[in-house]
């Protein structure tokens, strides 16, 4: 089963803790077929009875040792489980010991006498019977479709935002979210570490120095705080998640870029437009000077032009190499080269004769001569010295004529770029994976693709070629997105940024971002705004190995990240997450709180089932629901008088969001 595979590799890898190890043992989930034999590997064989064992407790009952004893559980002639070692209460159930070892035998607890030993003490009164968990209850097909959606169309679902959505209907909750206002970045530092003309460096001055500089200035990591913050509290949602889906299309990195306040204007962009048009997206994209450092595009020169913006503008940002129909299957049946080098050089020279805006500053002034300094504080603009002004011919029909200057080509390349055929099905395709499906059917593709070129979808949308507004909606209203029942190959590994917010959002939590930066993001690959490169931290067509499905977060995905997720949970359940750090400003820390929760403990049924409806929007199948309820249900006044409810709530939370159903986005 694979609740089962999950809590033994998470106990394999050394770092379970003990109440969690010891509430997993109780579930079953380590014991195999083989009987009691098999079970008694994990401690010694038990020895044969011998008139040394006295009996101290029938099953059900409780008995404290005041020093360790070796204890044995079971029944003669039908089998007994052994510790070695054991100090204090103990209590004479199935459930302490870990299996049953005599099924449907009167059991009973013995403890080995030595010769000097005290004599046991008296059997004490067996506990009352635990409540009968509640029957698992019948899938909600309202709220399942809710929680899909939420799942979806913003960083994880709340049990307030699945209310929100039922009532409100899909259609009408993606229109509300649209016409919220923008949560922007707004960390960081400014402009001013371009415009520093000392001989000295700007985090080496004294009116900068201090251990914070670089981080505050250069990197990206004060849009790591914002972008956690906005996708864990903030209400437009649909907006965060879509320009997080737009920010792995047309991808910049802080690996080779730096200015923390020109990474912020990007993204701010991307925020922007997230539902505007796509056109618009690529005109920023092409004019914004990050991308310009990051893919060579600034100070682009005529004579020599370098062709790395051009090129990735075609392959990743617009177009695809493969000519493409519009349900994004391939033209012919096999891959036909949408365009050959000689045409990535036409756009190269198109794109050529552009420079940083003005206001940057160096002490050796700007170079090459005619262009300004490097400054991200606003769009790049034209040095028509440096542009080629020749005849060129683009895709989709269009021409430039011999003469022209270089907004007119820029223009031009746009107008190629919107309205060639395979753009709609290309970037189509990509919305609905990162934000529905890895593997949609081509008819899904197609109805996307014709939102995008009409330009509306319903009510949404303006009508004009590219609007996002319209792509987006059809993206999530689509019958496939929106059908009860899920197509074979449907649904996505969540990234591990969407499995970091959506646990925190569904446990009530809060976070900085801090601890998701260089930790989380790190182990689990996804450090949001550090890519290792223009293809972003995996690609669209990731093959699944053994299948011929694509699964783009897979090309994260490895056992160790198996792992590390579900280290990420123990980190915010028996750890506690992390404690506002000095230096981060407004710190928060990263913590869930599941006092909330607490009410719903001494049902263990009824907490599972209120977990695994936040985290997949219905129960969890009857044999791993089974198998988690055990584990929660070991918790008891008796295991622990006074943290027995919380470290239910800790267990069942653990469990359900380590699933596979959770993990596996459907």
């Known amino acids: 089963m694979r609740v089962r595979n999950e809590v033994k590799r998470r106990c394999s890898h050394g770092r379970a803790p003990a109440r969690w190890a010891t509430a997993l043992m109780a579930s079953g989930a380590f014991i195999t077929s083989g009987g009691a034999a098999a079970a008694a590997t994990s401690g010694a064989a038990a020895p044969a009875p011998t008139p040394q064992w006295v009996k101290v407790a029938d099953e059900g009952g409780t008995f404290k040792l005041l020093e360790a004893k070796k ?47 005290a004599p046991a003490p008296a059997p004490a009164p067996s506990p009352a019977p635990a409540p009968t968990p509640t029957p698992q209850p019948a899938t ?129 962009t991307l925020l922007d437009n997230a539902f505007g048009n796509y056109r618009q997206v690529l005109k920023k994209v092409a004019l914004s000077p990050v991308m310009g ?32 129909n519009t349900d994004g299957t391939l033209r012919g049946g096999a891959c036909a080269p949408t365009y050959d080098n000689d045409m990535v050089r036409s756009y190269a020279y198109a794109l050529t004769g552009w420079t940083y805006p003005a206001g940057g500053a160096t002490p050796w002034g700007c170079w090459p001569q005619g262009t300004h300094c490097r400054y991200y504080g606003g769009d790049m603009v034209p040095v028509e010295t440096r542009h080629d002004t020749a005849a060129r011919t683009l895709m989709s029909g269009v021409a430039l004529a011999a003469g022209h200057k270089a907004p007119a080509a820029l223009e031009a390349v746009l107008d190629s770029l919107i309205a060639h055929p395979n753009t709609a099905p290309f970037i189509g395709k990509q919305l609905i994976q990162q934000l529905v499906s890895s593997n949609p059917s081509s008819a899904y593709v197609g109805r996307v693709s014709a939102a995008f070129v009409a330009g509306k979808y319903l009510t949404f949308g303006t009508g004009q070629r590219g609007d996002l507004a319209a792509t987006v909606a059809a993206v999530l209203l689509d019958p496939e997105a929106r059908s009860a029942t899920v197509i074979t190959n449907g649904g996505k590994l969540r990234d591990p940024v969407l499995m970091f917010t959506s646990v925190l959002r569904g446990l009530n939590g809060k976070s900085d971002g801090d601890a998701l ?50 280290n990420y949970l123990t980190y915010l359940l028996e750890w506690g997450g992390s404690a506002p750090a000095a230096g981060v400003p407004n ?79 459907r």
């Open 71 to 117: 204890v044995r559980f079971g029944a003669s002639n039908a089998g007994w489980i052994l510790k070695k070692s054991l100090l204090g209460t103990v209590a004479c159930t199935t459930a302490f010991f870990g299996r049953d070892p005599a099924k449907g035998a009167a059991k009973q607890c013995q403890v080995y006498k030595q010769v000097a030993a």
């Open 140 to 268: 909600d097909a309202a709220v399942r479709d809710a929680v899909r959606l939420a799942a979806q169309a913003s960083f994880g679902n709340t049990e307030a935002l699945a209310a929100e959505i039922k009532t409100q209907g899909a259609s009408k909750w993606v229109a509300s979210q649209m016409a919220l206002a923008t949560s922007h970045y707004t960390s960081g530092g400014n402009g001013t570490v371009h415009q520093n003309t000392s001989n000295t460096d700007y985090c080496d001055q004294p009116a900068h120095a201090g251990p914070n500089c670089w981080r505050d200035n250069y990197s990206t990591i004060p849009l790591v705080w914002d972008f956690y913050r906005n996708a864990i509290s903030k209400p437009d949602q649909l907006r965060q998640r879509v320009a997080f889906a737009l920010q792995q299309i047309v991808v910049v990195s802080g690996n080779e870029a730096d200015g923390a306040y020109g990474f912020r204007s990007y993204h701010n």
């Open 293 to 324: 450092d990051f893919l060579n595009n600034v100070n682009n020169d005529k004579s020599a032009p370098n062709e790395n913006f051009a090129r990735e503008l075609l392959q990743l940002f617009a177009v695809g190499t493969c000519q493409l």
């Open 517 to 566: 930066s260089w930790w989380w993001g790190e182990e689990l690959r996804e450090h949001v705004f550090r890519p290792p490169s223009v293809f972003n931290f995996y690609p669209p067509d990731y093959p699944v190995a053994g299948t011929a499905l694509v699964g783009p977060s897979f090309g994260i995905h490895n056992a160790n990240a198996a792992l590390q997720r579900l």
């Open 587 to 665: 710190a928060i820390g990263t913590q869930v709180n599941l006092t909330a929760f607490t009410t719903d403990a001494a049902d263990a049924g009824k907490l599972v089932d209120r977990l695994s409806v936040i985290a997949t929007g219905q129960p969890l199948p009857a044999t791993t629901r089974a198998e988690i309820i055990k584990a929660v249900s070991w918790w008891t006044a008796s295991t622990d008088q006074t943290n027995w409810k919380i470290n239910r709530a800790k267990t069942a939370a653990y469990l359900v969001f380590a699933t596979p159903n959770f993990q596996v986005q």
